[in-house]
């Protein structure tokens, strides 16, 4: 074979090679936005938001929110994060610790401050479990934060305009949920339904 042959042959194969690599790549790209399309699509029926602004943290948590996050509520979440992970790793667990395995959507809060005048925004969600408990409101309760999903790890927290170790402390508290689903089933369980005894944090 001579060289311009096999240069014309070793040019077409290389050709060959990065159009697969690009057809498969745009396959994944697209699965991507399909699962994250139907995270979206939850997370509003959850809350009757429309999140129209994505975005990441700098450590890579992948951000949902229905106005534009500020930088203070995105350090915040690495943060909850990273609080999160040391304290799962003295707990002897590894799985689901790194900041690219979840997903926070950050909804309009229902509330921004309690029956005490204190700032704390939350979520209002129907009472189910804690009906009769000390957290009903008549029907409904407030929360700091709520898992969405298990698998793929995801919560939704509200927006906040400030006081940003509180977000850290939600970001923390929500993701034990996700550690402990992941790490330790039985314990999960345990600790799922608040209104059965039990607060945060649950890992010490």
């Not at 057809?23 to 991507?32: I, P, R």
């Not at 909804?107 to 009769?132: E, F, W």
Request: aromatic share 10%.
């Amino acid at each position: 074979m001579n060289v311009r042959k096999f240069l014309n042959v070793s040019g077409a194969l290389l050709f060959v090679i990065l159009l697969a690599a690009f057809n498969l790549l745009a396959v994944e790209v697209g699965a991507k936005q399909n699962r994250e399309g139907r995270l979206v699509r939850r997370a509003e029926a959850a809350t009757g938001d429309r999140f129209t602004f994505a975005a990441e943290t700098r450590g890579g948590v992948r951000v949902f929110a229905v106005t534009k996050p500020q930088p203070e509520m995105l350090r915040a979440i690495d943060d909850g994060f990273r609080d999160l992970f040391v304290i799962a790793r003295r707990n002897g667990y590894r799985e689901r610790l790194h900041l690219t395995d979840y997903t926070v959507f950050i909804a309009r809060p229902d509330r921004t401050h309690d029956r005490n005048k204190a700032y704390s925004p939350a979520l209002k969600i129907a009472a189910q479990g804690y009906t009769g408990s000390q957290y009903d409101q008549g029907g409904y309760i407030f929360v700091a934060g709520m898992v969405l999903t298990l698998d793929p790890c995801s919560f939704i927290v509200p927006e906040h305009t400030g006081e940003w170790a509180r977000v850290a402390e939600v970001v923390r508290y929500e993701g034990e949920h996700l550690v402990l689903y992941h790490n330790d089933r039985a314990r999960f369980d345990a600790t799922m339904d608040h209104s059965r005894g039990g607060a945060h944090p649950i890992l010490r």
